[in-house]
């Protein structure tokens, strides 16, 4: 069974940053192109970014890019989402999703998501 | 504005069925495979249907999934109270090297 759980929300300072963890356990991590999506309070789901399976391909939302940094360790089949620079439009939950062995392929399992709170 | 469109909002009686559209494009629908996803108030979104019609493991045959030109259908029978929930697909956008997702619909089972 695939399970994927995300760590390290919490309440930020606007221009503070935070350094989310995805542990993925139940399928080959080190094979699969790896997702973060959001969803704002009362909001749709928001596409954030996405890494290939070997980390050497990373893609970004325009909103996140160069303030967010996705990264991997398939060591440890951990996922991680470094971000900085945070702002009160980043407030969402974050979800950690696995995503397909193809890259251009979006059929995701998700995490059940860690909250982020961007206020002062 | 999601780059793929739906209707905020659909209903039915319990035992009738439903269909949910999303509208897309040629860089993403068009020639990329749709997914669907189910999610309850406070949960997760979880996967009911990917490469257009495939049932994830586990999801009863009253989902079912399918695709035409840059359009996407979602359909649910034999509607139950517990299959009220926000609906999303979701693709890959080729022009934009982005996920792009529905805003959502929400199923109203009267």
């Known amino acids: 069974e695939v399970q994927l759980e995300e760590s390290g929300g919490g309440l930020v300072q606007p221009g503070g940053s935070l350094r989310l963890s995805c542990a993925a356990s139940?399928?080959?991590?080190?094979?699969?192109?790896m997702y973060w999506v959001r969803q704002a309070p009362g909001k749709g789901l928001v596409w954030v970014s996405r890494i290939s399976s070997d980390g050497s391909n990373t893609n970004y939302a325009d909103s996140v890019k160069g303030r967010f940094t996705i990264s991997r360790d398939n060591a440890k089949n951990t996922l991680f989402l470094q971000m900085n620079g945070l702002r009160a439009e980043d407030t969402a939950v974050y979800y950690c999703?696995?995503?397909?062995?193809?890259?251009?392929?979006?059929?995701?399992?998700w995490g059940q998501g860690t909250l982020v709170t961007v206020s002062s | 504005q999601s780059v793929l469109t739906q209707p905020p909002s659909v209903s039915a009686s319990p035992g009738q069925r439903v269909t949910i559209s999303c509208s897309g494009s040629?860089?993403?629908?068009?020639?990329?495979?749709v997914s669907w996803y189910q999610q309850f108030p406070g949960t997760a979104p979880k996967l009911l249907i990917y490469?257009?019609?495939k049932r994830y493991s586990g999801i009863p045959d009253r989902f079912s999934g399918s695709k035409s030109g840059t359009s996407a259908t979602l359909d649910i029978t034999g509607l139950q109270t517990g299959d009220e929930a926000d609906y999303y697909c979701?693709?890959?956008?080729?022009?934009?090297?982005?996920?792009?997702f529905g805003g959502g619909t929400k199923l109203t089972v009267l």
């Open positions: 040629s860089s993403n629908i068009g020639s990329i495979y």
């Open positions: 979701g693709s890959w956008d080729t022009s934009l090297s982005a996920a792009v």
């Open positions: 490469d257009n019609s």
């Open positions: 139940g399928f080959t991590f080190s094979s699969h192109w």
């Open positions: 999703a696995r995503g397909c062995v193809a890259a251009a392929c979006v059929s995701l399992l």
